[in-house]
Protein backbone atom coordinates (compact mmCIF):
# COMPACT_ATOMS: atom_id res chain seq x y z
CA UNK A 1 0.00 0.00 0.00
CA UNK A 2 1.36 3.53 -0.90
CA UNK A 3 1.26 6.14 1.21
CA UNK A 4 2.14 9.74 0.79
CA UNK A 5 4.07 12.08 3.40
CA UNK A 6 5.56 14.81 4.84
CA UNK A 7 8.42 15.21 7.32
CA UNK A 8 11.69 16.69 8.47
CA UNK A 9 15.17 15.51 8.74
CA UNK A 10 17.31 15.54 11.58
CA UNK A 11 18.56 18.72 10.65
CA UNK A 12 15.28 20.17 10.28
CA UNK A 13 14.68 20.08 6.21
CA UNK A 14 11.18 19.79 4.36
CA UNK A 15 10.90 16.37 2.99
CA UNK A 16 7.88 14.71 1.03
CA UNK A 17 7.16 11.66 -1.13
CA UNK A 18 5.80 8.09 -0.81
CA UNK A 19 6.42 5.44 0.83
CA UNK A 20 5.35 1.49 0.75
CA UNK A 21 4.04 -0.62 3.70
CA UNK A 22 1.42 -3.11 4.36
CA UNK A 23 0.09 -0.53 7.09
CA UNK A 24 0.10 2.73 7.93
CA UNK A 25 2.12 1.77 11.23
CA UNK A 26 4.60 0.05 8.97
CA UNK A 27 4.99 2.69 6.84
CA UNK A 28 5.39 4.78 9.97
CA UNK A 29 7.74 2.98 11.96
CA UNK A 30 9.95 2.52 8.21
CA UNK A 31 9.86 6.95 7.90
CA UNK A 32 10.76 7.09 11.68
CA UNK A 33 13.43 3.77 11.56
CA UNK A 34 15.30 6.75 8.60
CA UNK A 35 15.18 9.67 10.93
CA UNK A 36 12.42 11.57 10.08
CA UNK A 37 9.68 13.64 12.02
CA UNK A 38 6.50 12.84 9.90
CA UNK A 39 4.33 15.22 9.94
CA UNK A 40 1.73 13.50 7.81
CA UNK A 41 1.09 10.07 6.55
CA UNK A 42 -1.93 9.70 4.57
CA UNK A 43 -3.16 6.47 2.52
CA UNK A 44 -2.97 6.91 -1.87
CA UNK A 45 -6.89 6.09 -2.80
CA UNK A 46 -7.04 3.93 -5.57
CA UNK A 47 -9.46 1.56 -6.96
CA UNK A 48 -8.00 -2.27 -5.97
CA UNK A 49 -8.17 -3.32 -9.50
CA UNK A 50 -6.77 0.24 -10.93
CA UNK A 51 -3.75 -0.32 -8.16
CA UNK A 52 -3.21 -4.20 -9.12
CA UNK A 53 -2.91 -3.38 -13.02
CA UNK A 54 -0.23 0.00 -11.88
CA UNK A 55 1.25 -2.49 -10.04
CA UNK A 56 1.48 -5.03 -12.62
CA UNK A 57 3.12 -2.81 -14.73
CA UNK A 58 5.43 -0.94 -12.61
CA UNK A 59 7.26 -3.78 -10.91
CA UNK A 60 10.90 -4.49 -11.53
CA UNK A 61 11.32 -8.13 -13.64
CA UNK A 62 13.20 -10.74 -11.64
CA UNK A 63 15.77 -10.95 -14.21
CA UNK A 64 16.80 -7.12 -14.15
CA UNK A 65 17.18 -7.07 -10.28
CA UNK A 66 19.25 -11.01 -10.82
CA UNK A 67 21.58 -8.62 -13.54
CA UNK A 68 21.50 -5.33 -10.82
CA UNK A 69 22.67 -7.67 -7.79
CA UNK A 70 25.18 -9.73 -9.96
CA UNK A 71 26.88 -6.29 -11.05
CA UNK A 72 26.98 -4.81 -7.95
CA UNK A 73 28.41 -7.94 -6.49
CA UNK A 74 30.99 -7.43 -9.18
CA UNK A 75 31.93 -3.92 -8.58
CA UNK A 76 31.70 -4.32 -5.19
CA UNK A 77 34.23 -7.23 -4.98
CA UNK A 78 36.59 -4.81 -7.40
CA UNK A 79 36.52 -2.56 -4.18
CA UNK A 80 34.60 0.47 -6.11
CA UNK A 81 33.06 2.43 -3.54
CA UNK A 82 29.62 2.06 -2.64
CA UNK A 83 28.29 5.54 -3.99
CA UNK A 84 30.44 5.29 -7.44
CA UNK A 85 28.88 1.94 -7.67
CA UNK A 86 25.31 2.80 -7.64
CA UNK A 87 25.97 5.73 -10.18
CA UNK A 88 27.51 3.11 -12.17
CA UNK A 89 24.49 0.47 -12.44
CA UNK A 90 22.35 3.65 -12.56
CA UNK A 91 24.22 4.41 -15.98
CA UNK A 92 23.92 1.00 -17.25
CA UNK A 93 20.75 -0.20 -16.35
CA UNK A 94 17.57 -0.94 -18.81
CA UNK A 95 14.83 -0.86 -16.72
CA UNK A 96 13.41 2.95 -16.64
CA UNK A 97 11.53 1.74 -13.10
CA UNK A 98 14.76 0.09 -11.75
CA UNK A 99 16.66 3.21 -12.97
CA UNK A 100 14.43 5.31 -11.08
CA UNK A 101 14.99 3.38 -8.03
CA UNK A 102 18.32 3.12 -7.91
CA UNK A 103 18.37 7.05 -8.26
CA UNK A 104 16.48 7.54 -5.29
CA UNK A 105 19.01 4.97 -3.17
CA UNK A 106 21.93 6.94 -4.66
CA UNK A 107 19.98 10.31 -3.20
CA UNK A 108 19.20 8.33 -0.13
CA UNK A 109 22.71 7.06 0.42
CA UNK A 110 24.12 10.74 0.00
CA UNK A 111 21.63 12.04 2.57
CA UNK A 112 23.43 9.52 5.36
CA UNK A 113 20.77 6.75 5.02
CA UNK A 114 22.29 2.70 5.03
CA UNK A 115 22.35 0.88 2.09
CA UNK A 116 19.71 -0.95 3.86
CA UNK A 117 17.39 1.23 5.00
CA UNK A 118 17.64 2.81 1.19
CA UNK A 119 16.34 -0.71 -0.22
CA UNK A 120 13.71 -0.64 2.55
CA UNK A 121 11.98 2.71 0.64
CA UNK A 122 11.26 0.46 -2.10
CA UNK A 123 9.75 -2.80 -0.47
CA UNK A 124 8.16 -3.67 -3.96
CA UNK A 125 11.28 -4.06 -5.54
CA UNK A 126 13.95 -5.30 -2.68
CA UNK A 127 12.62 -8.24 -0.69
CA UNK A 128 12.35 -8.40 3.14
CA UNK A 129 15.04 -11.36 2.58
CA UNK A 130 16.93 -9.19 0.67
CA UNK A 131 16.64 -5.76 3.06
CA UNK A 132 17.85 -8.18 5.63
CA UNK A 133 20.38 -10.18 4.17
CA UNK A 134 21.56 -6.44 3.47
CA UNK A 135 21.77 -4.87 6.83
CA UNK A 136 23.35 -8.37 8.26
CA UNK A 137 26.87 -7.87 5.68
CA UNK A 138 26.44 -4.02 6.49
CA UNK A 139 27.10 -4.93 10.81
CA UNK A 140 29.54 -7.51 10.00
CA UNK A 141 31.24 -6.20 7.04
CA UNK A 142 30.99 -8.42 4.50
CA UNK A 143 28.98 -6.45 1.95
CA UNK A 144 30.31 -7.45 -1.06
CA UNK A 145 30.23 -11.27 -0.21
CA UNK A 146 26.48 -11.12 1.11
CA UNK A 147 25.86 -9.32 -2.14
CA UNK A 148 27.60 -12.25 -4.12
CA UNK A 149 25.22 -14.40 -2.50
CA UNK A 150 21.82 -12.60 -3.38
CA UNK A 151 23.08 -12.70 -6.96
CA UNK A 152 23.90 -16.10 -7.05
CA UNK A 153 20.32 -16.87 -4.82
CA UNK A 154 18.44 -15.00 -7.78
CA UNK A 155 20.06 -16.65 -10.54
CA UNK A 156 18.96 -20.21 -9.24
CA UNK A 157 15.18 -18.62 -8.90
CA UNK A 158 15.16 -17.46 -11.69
CA UNK A 159 16.54 -20.36 -13.91
CA UNK A 160 14.02 -21.94 -11.51
CA UNK A 161 11.05 -20.26 -12.57
CA UNK A 162 11.75 -19.52 -16.45
CA UNK A 163 12.30 -23.45 -16.60
CA UNK A 164 8.67 -24.04 -15.37
CA UNK A 165 7.35 -21.08 -16.70
CA UNK A 166 8.81 -22.36 -20.11
CA UNK A 167 7.66 -26.12 -19.76
CA UNK A 168 3.61 -24.73 -19.55
CA UNK A 169 4.05 -22.40 -22.71
CA UNK A 170 3.56 -25.20 -25.55
CA UNK A 171 0.79 -27.52 -23.48
CA UNK A 172 -0.65 -23.49 -22.97
CA UNK A 173 -0.86 -22.76 -26.93
CA UNK A 174 -1.91 -26.58 -27.86
CA UNK A 175 -5.28 -26.11 -25.40
CA UNK A 176 -6.07 -22.82 -26.42
CA UNK A 177 -5.39 -23.44 -30.07
CA UNK A 178 -7.87 -26.52 -29.71
CA UNK A 179 -10.15 -24.76 -28.06
CA UNK A 180 -10.87 -21.97 -30.38
CA UNK A 181 -10.80 -24.19 -33.63
CA UNK A 182 -13.59 -26.46 -31.68
CA UNK A 183 -15.76 -23.43 -30.70
CA UNK A 184 -15.27 -21.72 -34.72
CA UNK A 185 -16.54 -25.57 -35.64
CA UNK A 186 -19.31 -25.41 -33.26
CA UNK A 187 -20.25 -22.07 -33.38
CA UNK A 188 -20.16 -21.20 -37.32
CA UNK A 189 -19.78 -23.98 -39.08
CA UNK A 190 -21.88 -26.80 -37.64
CA UNK A 191 -25.32 -24.60 -37.61
CA UNK A 192 -25.00 -23.79 -40.82
CA UNK A 193 -25.65 -27.86 -41.52
CA UNK A 194 -28.27 -28.12 -39.23
CA UNK A 195 -31.31 -26.77 -41.59
CA UNK A 196 -30.07 -29.41 -44.22
CA UNK A 197 -30.54 -32.51 -41.96
CA UNK A 198 -33.60 -31.19 -41.10
CA UNK A 199 -34.80 -30.97 -44.49
CA UNK A 200 -34.72 -34.06 -45.03
CA UNK A 201 -35.87 -35.82 -41.85
CA UNK A 202 -32.54 -37.25 -40.93
CA UNK A 203 -32.90 -38.17 -37.20
CA UNK A 204 -29.83 -36.50 -35.25
CA UNK A 205 -28.19 -38.69 -32.24
CA UNK A 206 -27.90 -37.51 -28.92
CA UNK A 207 -24.54 -36.13 -29.00
CA UNK A 208 -25.01 -34.25 -32.16
CA UNK A 209 -28.39 -32.47 -31.14
CA UNK A 210 -26.41 -31.22 -28.05
CA UNK A 211 -23.36 -30.03 -29.93
CA UNK A 212 -25.84 -28.41 -32.30
CA UNK A 213 -27.98 -26.81 -29.16
CA UNK A 214 -24.86 -25.59 -27.16
CA UNK A 215 -23.42 -24.06 -31.28
CA UNK A 216 -26.83 -21.72 -31.37
CA UNK A 217 -26.98 -20.86 -27.75
CA UNK A 218 -23.43 -19.60 -27.72
CA UNK A 219 -24.56 -17.92 -31.57
CA UNK A 220 -27.62 -16.40 -29.51
CA UNK A 221 -25.42 -15.46 -26.43
CA UNK A 222 -22.33 -14.42 -26.38
CA UNK A 223 -22.00 -11.05 -25.13
CA UNK A 224 -23.31 -12.37 -22.10
CA UNK A 225 -21.53 -14.94 -21.89
CA UNK A 226 -18.16 -13.12 -21.86
CA UNK A 227 -19.76 -10.61 -19.27
CA UNK A 228 -20.85 -13.54 -16.98
CA UNK A 229 -17.64 -15.11 -17.92
CA UNK A 230 -15.77 -11.61 -17.11
CA UNK A 231 -17.76 -11.18 -13.78
CA UNK A 232 -16.85 -14.53 -12.73
CA UNK A 233 -13.52 -14.50 -12.95
CA UNK A 234 -13.39 -11.31 -11.48
CA UNK A 235 -15.20 -12.24 -8.10
CA UNK A 236 -13.24 -15.10 -7.92
CA UNK A 237 -9.47 -13.16 -8.62
CA UNK A 238 -10.85 -11.06 -5.63
CA UNK A 239 -11.95 -14.11 -3.51
CA UNK A 240 -8.62 -15.40 -3.67
CA UNK A 241 -6.81 -12.12 -3.26
CA UNK A 242 -8.59 -12.00 0.32
CA UNK A 243 -6.82 -13.15 3.41
CA UNK A 244 -9.57 -16.53 3.40
CA UNK A 245 -9.00 -17.08 0.10
CA UNK A 246 -5.09 -16.71 -0.71
CA UNK A 247 -5.07 -19.21 2.25
CA UNK A 248 -7.53 -21.60 0.14
CA UNK A 249 -5.84 -21.11 -2.81
CA UNK A 250 -2.12 -21.83 -1.23
CA UNK A 251 -3.62 -25.11 0.22
CA UNK A 252 -4.98 -26.00 -3.23
CA UNK A 253 -1.79 -25.92 -4.79
CA UNK A 254 0.83 -27.49 -1.96
CA UNK A 255 -2.14 -30.43 -1.82
CA UNK A 256 -2.61 -30.95 -5.42
CA UNK A 257 -2.20 -34.51 -7.10
CA UNK A 258 0.36 -33.75 -9.08
CA UNK A 259 1.81 -29.91 -8.94
CA UNK A 260 1.17 -30.34 -5.15
CA UNK A 261 4.75 -32.34 -4.80
CA UNK A 262 6.52 -29.83 -6.92
CA UNK A 263 5.20 -26.43 -5.04
CA UNK A 264 6.11 -28.37 -1.85
CA UNK A 265 9.69 -29.47 -3.18
CA UNK A 266 10.13 -26.16 -4.57
CA UNK A 267 9.63 -24.27 -1.47
CA UNK A 268 11.19 -26.80 0.48
CA UNK A 269 14.28 -25.44 -1.53
CA UNK A 270 13.74 -21.65 -1.43
CA UNK A 271 13.74 -21.88 2.34
CA UNK A 272 16.12 -24.32 2.86
CA UNK A 273 18.86 -21.95 -0.11
CA UNK A 274 17.63 -18.29 2.06
CA UNK A 275 18.48 -20.49 5.58
CA UNK A 276 21.69 -21.05 4.44
CA UNK A 277 22.46 -17.60 2.96
CA UNK A 278 21.34 -16.06 6.45
CA UNK A 279 23.21 -18.13 8.77
CA UNK A 280 26.10 -17.69 6.79
CA UNK A 281 25.75 -13.82 7.21
CA UNK A 282 25.69 -14.42 10.64
CA UNK A 283 22.07 -14.07 11.22
CA UNK A 284 20.32 -16.50 14.28
CA UNK A 285 18.85 -19.50 13.39
CA UNK A 286 15.13 -18.22 14.51
CA UNK A 287 15.09 -15.01 13.22
CA UNK A 288 16.46 -16.64 9.50
CA UNK A 289 13.54 -18.75 9.15
CA UNK A 290 11.70 -16.03 9.62
CA UNK A 291 12.98 -14.46 6.92
CA UNK A 292 12.98 -17.13 4.95
CA UNK A 293 9.57 -17.65 5.08
CA UNK A 294 9.28 -13.91 3.18
CA UNK A 295 11.02 -15.88 0.29
CA UNK A 296 8.13 -18.57 -0.15
CA UNK A 297 4.44 -17.02 -1.99
CA UNK A 298 2.74 -19.05 -0.22
CA UNK A 299 0.72 -18.15 3.41
CA UNK A 300 0.76 -22.26 4.60
CA UNK A 301 4.27 -22.43 4.50
CA UNK A 302 5.07 -19.06 5.92
CA UNK A 303 2.57 -19.88 9.05
CA UNK A 304 4.28 -23.74 9.33
CA UNK A 305 7.91 -21.70 9.48
CA UNK A 306 6.78 -18.75 11.75
CA UNK A 307 6.00 -21.82 14.63
CA UNK A 308 9.34 -23.05 13.73
CA UNK A 309 10.77 -19.93 14.45
CA UNK A 310 8.95 -19.43 17.61
CA UNK A 311 9.81 -23.67 18.58
CA UNK A 312 13.56 -22.82 18.07
CA UNK A 313 13.14 -19.49 20.17
CA UNK A 314 11.40 -21.58 22.57
CA UNK A 315 15.08 -23.78 23.13
CA UNK A 316 13.77 -26.49 20.78
CA UNK A 317 16.33 -28.32 18.15
CA UNK A 318 15.32 -26.50 14.29
CA UNK A 319 14.84 -30.41 13.60
CA UNK A 320 12.55 -31.57 15.85
CA UNK A 321 9.61 -29.16 14.74
CA UNK A 322 10.41 -30.05 10.82
CA UNK A 323 10.03 -33.61 12.11
CA UNK A 324 6.56 -33.18 12.97
CA UNK A 325 5.47 -31.17 9.43
CA UNK A 326 6.40 -33.94 7.09
CA UNK A 327 3.65 -33.24 4.96
CA UNK A 328 5.66 -29.74 4.11
CA UNK A 329 9.46 -30.65 4.79
CA UNK A 330 10.11 -34.06 3.76
CA UNK A 331 11.76 -36.44 6.68
CA UNK A 332 15.10 -36.17 4.77
CA UNK A 333 15.22 -32.55 5.79
CA UNK A 334 14.66 -32.97 9.54
CA UNK A 335 17.00 -35.74 9.39
CA UNK A 336 19.86 -33.55 7.19
CA UNK A 337 18.95 -30.10 9.70
CA UNK A 338 19.32 -32.75 12.54
CA UNK A 339 22.93 -33.70 11.29
CA UNK A 340 23.66 -30.15 10.89
CA UNK A 341 23.02 -29.32 13.98
CA UNK A 342 24.68 -32.28 15.55
CA UNK A 343 27.68 -31.13 13.58
CA UNK A 344 27.82 -27.60 13.95
CA UNK A 345 27.69 -26.94 10.13
CA UNK A 346 23.35 -26.12 9.87
CA UNK A 347 24.02 -23.94 7.05
CA UNK A 348 26.00 -26.48 4.95
CA UNK A 349 23.41 -29.30 5.02
CA UNK A 350 20.97 -26.58 4.14
CA UNK A 351 22.89 -25.76 1.32
CA UNK A 352 22.71 -29.56 0.41
CA UNK A 353 18.80 -29.64 0.86
CA UNK A 354 18.43 -26.67 -1.99
CA UNK A 355 21.06 -27.96 -4.09
CA UNK A 356 19.34 -31.94 -4.07
CA UNK A 357 15.81 -30.33 -4.05
CA UNK A 358 16.31 -28.30 -6.84
CA UNK A 359 17.78 -31.33 -8.95
CA UNK A 360 14.16 -32.85 -7.95
CA UNK A 361 12.20 -30.04 -9.04
CA UNK A 362 13.94 -29.94 -12.00
CA UNK A 363 13.50 -33.41 -12.74
CA UNK A 364 9.97 -33.59 -12.45
CA UNK A 365 9.42 -30.41 -13.95
CA UNK A 366 11.17 -32.18 -16.96
CA UNK A 367 9.07 -35.88 -16.33
CA UNK A 368 5.91 -33.41 -16.27
CA UNK A 369 6.20 -31.95 -19.49
CA UNK A 370 7.53 -35.12 -21.43
CA UNK A 371 4.27 -36.86 -20.22
CA UNK A 372 1.46 -33.90 -20.05
CA UNK A 373 2.56 -33.37 -24.30
CA UNK A 374 1.58 -37.09 -25.69
CA UNK A 375 -1.27 -36.91 -22.84
CA UNK A 376 -2.76 -33.77 -24.28
CA UNK A 377 -2.61 -34.87 -27.36
CA UNK A 378 -4.70 -37.98 -27.29
CA UNK A 379 -7.08 -36.07 -25.31
CA UNK A 380 -7.73 -33.50 -27.56
CA UNK A 381 -7.75 -35.75 -30.42
CA UNK A 382 -10.05 -37.72 -28.62
CA UNK A 383 -12.66 -34.51 -28.14
CA UNK A 384 -11.76 -33.27 -31.76
CA UNK A 385 -12.74 -36.58 -33.44
CA UNK A 386 -15.83 -36.78 -31.07
CA UNK A 387 -17.23 -33.63 -32.62
CA UNK A 388 -16.08 -34.38 -35.61
CA UNK A 389 -18.10 -37.67 -35.30
CA UNK A 390 -21.41 -35.94 -34.42
CA UNK A 391 -21.74 -34.27 -37.77
CA UNK A 392 -20.34 -36.66 -39.98
CA UNK A 393 -22.66 -39.75 -38.50
CA UNK A 394 -25.59 -37.76 -39.65
CA UNK A 395 -23.91 -36.48 -43.06
CA UNK A 396 -23.49 -40.10 -43.58
CA UNK A 397 -27.29 -40.69 -42.86
CA UNK A 398 -28.28 -37.77 -44.76
CA UNK A 399 -26.96 -39.34 -48.05
CA UNK A 400 -28.15 -42.54 -47.41
CA UNK A 401 -31.39 -40.92 -47.28
CA UNK A 402 -31.05 -38.87 -50.60
CA UNK A 403 -29.40 -41.82 -51.94
CA UNK A 404 -32.66 -44.11 -50.94
CA UNK A 405 -34.63 -41.36 -52.35
CA UNK A 406 -33.34 -40.71 -55.93
CA UNK A 407 -33.73 -44.73 -56.46
Do not use: C
Not at 298 to 319: D, K, W
Request: glycine share 6%; aromatic share 12%.
Amino acid sequence: MKFKYQARTKTGELQAGFVEGASKEIALNLLQGNELYVLSLEAMQKTQWLGTLTDYFNRVRGVDLMVFTRQFATMLSAQVPLGDTLKSLHSHTKSPILREVIFEMISDVDAGLSLSQAMERHPNVFSVFYINLTRAAEATGRLDETISYLAGYLENEVGLTTKIRNALIYPSILIGLSFLVAMILIVVVFPALRPAFEEVGVTLPLFTRIIFGFGEFVASWWLAIIVFLFLTFLLIADYFRSSEGRLVYDEIRVKAPILGKIFRMLYVTRFSDAASILIKGGIPIAQAIEISAHTIDNTTYREVLHEAAESVRRGEPMSLYFGKSEFYFPSLVSQMIAVGETTGRLEEMLDRISKFYAREVDSLVTNLVELIQPVLIVAIGIFVGLIFASVLIPIYNLTQAIGAGGF
